[in-house]
């Protein structure tokens, strides 16, 4: 089972107190695309043109580089697109207009090159370099747009999302009325066959002040006692209790971190480290199983003769 391995640098100024800052604010907010983390694994082209299950995470935290005084707790959210039937029917169709206009307009498009397959960004705050593009308007348009897989299509904003794309073309049947009248009898059950994203979570702390003993020293005059701080830190490792079938194996990961509760927060620097088990993955496009013709001609053999056995 490979494991991808992230680690992002978080940190948390004064809890509002001292500074204005805001612990409600996300600290992390970025796409992890696991075909191509496990084409680094691998040492080979991974595409996205699977369905990535994902079986477990973990998120850890330590101290940064500069001071870290009282310590930070985490919650790390996992965001992804489930595979489903119409995911899956929506990326095909994606597919074969791209593959497509690749071909009529290789120039265009980078025919040729062994690493220009397919590839989404979760949403357009992860756009890169490696995104495809398509040409919503044709052979005649001259704008390329960014591919995505949540979102709004927009030609004007050069955004060919994937969500709004399969939407609009597959609407679901209306509520069920009355024949002799307008009254509703049963309500839509749905409104898209588009799914909401999925979400999956862990959590990690690393607290250097996770207590406090005072102890008494009467040696010392004007002292009532001394405070001892303990320290803790935890991760542990979420086992999920289904595979989580993540279309594309692209996460949007977000985390946020809080202090401990302290009248005066000092602000905290600290590496928080995430970990992925995937499990499998399986291409999009259904796999026709096929008997090679040898199969055939032996198996129908061994009938002929059978039958003339029992003859």
Not at 293 to 309: E, V
Request: aromatic fraction near 10%; proline fraction near 5%; hydrophobic fraction near 35%.
């Amino acid at each position: 089972m490979p494991i991808i391995n992230k680690q992002f640098a978080v940190t948390l100024p004064s809890d509002g107190f001292l500074e204005g800052g805001d612990p409600s604010a996300k600290v992390v907010d970025t796409q992890v695309d696991i075909a191509r983390e496990l084409s680094e694994y691998y040492g080979k082209n991974m595409r996205q043109g699977n369905t990535y299950f994902i079986a477990g995470v973990q998120a850890t935290m330590r101290a940064g580089n500069n001071e870290y005084d009282t310590g930070l707790s985490s919650l790390v959210q996992f965001h992804y697109c489930p595979s489903t039937k119409h995911t899956r029917q929506a990326w095909m169709d994606a597919f074969k207009i791209w593959a497509k206009q690749k071909r009529l307009r290789a120039s265009a498009i980078g025919r040729g090159n062994p690493y220009d397959d397919l590839e989404f960004a979760y949403s357009t705050s992860f756009d890169n370099a490696n995104t495809s593009k398509l040409f919503q308007g044709g052979l005649a348009d001259s704008d390329q747009d960014t591919m995505v897989l949540y979102g709004n299509s927009s030609e004007g904003d050069d955004v060919f999302a994937l969500e709004d794309y399969y939407t609009q073309l597959n609407q679901p049947k209306p509520p069920s009325r009355y024949s002799a009248g307008l009254e509703i009898v049963k309500d839509k059950k749905f409104d898209d066959f588009w799914p909401a994203p999925r979400t999956f979570s862990c959590t990690a702390d690393a607290s250097a002040n996770a207590g406090q003993v005072k102890i008494e020293i009467p040696l010392i005059e004007d002292l009532d006692g001394v405070a001892l701080g303990a320290s803790s830190m935890d991760g542990s490792i979420e086992e999920l209790p289904e595979l989580a079938p993540a279309l594309c194996g692209l996460l949007n990961v977000q985390a946020w971190v809080i202090p401990d509760d302290t009248w005066i927060q000092f602000q905290d620097n600290a590496i928080l480290h995430v970990t992925i088990w995937v499990k499998k993955w399986k291409p999009i496009f259904p796999q026709r199983k096929s008997r090679s013709m040898r199969s055939r001609r032996s198996s129908r053999g061994r009938f002929f003769r059978s039958s003339r056995k029992r003859s």
